[in-house]
């Protein structure tokens, strides 16, 4: 099984595996989401913690994304198997609400899809909501390609893919 790197870098970002430091952000996150349960910041630190011993053995996860020159954690990125499969992750992502629209959520989303290219990884899926046009946008400019369209919980889902580029999937055996 491919197996991603702990950190990653861009010209803006910093990327590493989330663990319980993150809690309090994360919560900050989820909380914009009123249909989300709310955690104390110890249940949010121990199920990220969990999370991380997750990504430790599956050899991928979610990374915190901070700013590169204040460390400030501005949301995640990464893969999961939510809906998808650890041979064939599905790319997520989501940033607190004050730093959408400046580009880095496609900035996170293309170092995670390099990665995971690099890694041996085949395939990649994204699962978004139909009325999330600025995601559909990322997932475009990063060369996901529709696939179907399914129903859970009374939304309606597109699945997305992206195969990796020639030369960029290693053969693995």
Known sequence: ????????ATERLRLRLRDGRDAEWNLALIAEDPSQETRTVEEERDRLDAQRSAADEAGFGLYAVELADTGEAIGYCGLVTKRASAAQPELA??????????????????????????AGFPVLWAVVGSWNAPSFRILDKLGFRPSRVTGEGGKVLVWLYRKAPRGRHRARG
């Open 1 to 8: 099984m491919p197996t991603m790197p702990a950190e990653l």
């Open 93 to 118: 992502y989501e940033l607190l609400r004050r730093h959408v629209g400046s580009g880095y959520a496609t900035e996170a989303a293309a170092a995670v899809a390099d990665a995971a290219f690099d």
